[in-house]
C-alpha cells in the first residue's frame, strides 16, 4: 500500500494518546491486544478466508482493531442511554460508543496531516478503507452479538452445503466482510481464550471499571447495569456465564471457519471455563 511508515507511526501514537489511560480495561492495551488477536486469526487462516481478502480489507481490519475502543469514556452505552449523556443525544441511543469510536478514528487520520494514513491511497480506496473501518468497528456493539454469532453459523452451514469453497468467494463480495468483521469482534471478546494468567488479570480489569460505572450509576440513581453492581457481582461466575453463552459458542462457529481454532484456542478457553467453575 506504499504506506509511509513515519505517518503511521504518528497515527498509532495519536490514536494510542486517544485512549484513556485512567480506564482499567478499555485503554490502549487493549487495543493492542485486540490487534495482536486479529492478527493472529488472520495468520491462522491464511489458506482460508484470509486468501480472499485484499489489501485494502486487511487494512481496513486492522485500523479498525487498534481504533475500535478509541476516547472509550470507562462508561457502556447503557449508561451513555440512561445517563443522557452528549454522546447519546448525538448518536440517537444507537451504538452510542461504537459510533464514536469510528467518528473519532477518521477524526484522527482525516484532521491530522502527519497521521494521515490513507495519504498514498488513491480517493477510491480512502473511501473504501474509511467505509470497510466503520462497518468493523460498529459491527463490535455487544447488543448485535448473538445475532451475529446466529448469521455467520448459518451462512458457513450454507456455504458448506453448496459446496462453496473459499476460492470460489470474490474479494468484494459481502460473505468475506461479514467474516472478517465476525473475527475482530471475536478478537474483541478473547480474553477467555489467553493463557489463565492473561484471562484472569483482563477478567479483573474488566470487572474493576464496571464497578466504577456501578458506582457511577448508584450515585446518580440511574439503574445499575448488569455486571456493574459490586455487592452482586461475583468474578468466577460471570467468567464462568461470559464464557459458557457467549465466547465459546462464538469460537466454535469461528472453528467452523478457521479449522485450527479447535486445536489452538478451544482448548485454552476451556481450561479458563475448568478454572472459574471452580471458583464457583
Known amino acids: 500500500l506504499n504506506l509511509n511508515h513515519i505517518t503511521l507511526v504518528n497515527f498509532l501514537r495519536r490514536v494510542e494518546s486517544e485512549y484513556n489511560a485512567s480506564n482499567k480495561y478499555h485503554n490502549s492495551i487493549h487495543a493492542a491486544d ?45 449508561y451513555q442511554v440512561h445517563a443522557l449523556t452528549d454522546l447519546a443525544v448525538i ?3 444507537k451504538s452510542v460508543l461504537e459510533n464514536m469510536h469510528a ?6 487520520i482525516l484532521g491530522t496531516s502527519n497521521a494521515n494514513v490513507f495519504e498514498s491511497l488513491s480517493p477510491k480506496d480512502s473511501a473504501l478503507v474509511r467505509t470497510r473501518m ?3 468497528i460498529l459491527n463490535t456493539d455487544m ?10 453459523d448459518d451462512l458457513v452451514s450454507q456455504l458448506k452445503e453448496e459446496g462453496v469453497d473459499w476460492s470460489d468467494i470474490e474479494r468484494t463480495d459481502d460473505i468475506a466482510n461479514s467474516i472478517s468483521n465476525f473475527m475482530l469482534h471475536l478478537a474483541d471478546i478473547s480474553n477467555p481464550t489467553k493463557t489463565s494468567e492473561l484471562a484472569i488479570y483482563w477478567a479483573e480489569c474488566a470487572l474493576s471499571e464496571f464497578f466504577v460505572q456501578g458506582d457511577m450509576e448508584i450515585e446518580k440513581n440511574l439503574p445499575i447495569s448488569p455486571l456493574c453492581d459490586r455487592n452482586e457481582t461475583n468474578l468466577a461466575s460471570s467468567q464462568r456465564d461470559f464464557i459458557t453463552f457467549v465466547v465459546r459458542p462464538s469460537f466454535d462457529v469461528l472453528g467452523k471457519i ?16 475448568k478454572y472459574w467453575e471452580s471458583q464457583c
Do not use: C, R, W
Open 34 to 78: 485486540v490487534l495482536q488477536t486479529l492478527h493472529s486469526l488472520l495468520s491462522m487462516a491464511v489458506d482460508g478466508i484470509t486468501s480472499v481478502l485484499s489489501k485494502i480489507d486487511v487494512f481496513s481490519l486492522l485500523l479498525a482493531a487498534v481504533s475500535h475502543d478509541i476516547a472509550h469514556p470507562g462508561t457502556n452505552n447503557l
Open 91 to 93: 448518536y440517537n441511543d
Open 103 to 108: 467518528s473519532k478514528a477518521s477524526q484522527v
Open 134 to 136: 466503520i462497518q468493523a
Open 143 to 152: 447488543s448485535h452479538h448473538f445475532a451475529s454469532v446466529s448469521f455467520v
Open 258 to 273: 478457521i479449522p485450527s481454532v479447535y486445536d489452538e484456542v478451544l482448548p485454552l478457553i476451556d481450561a479458563n471455563l
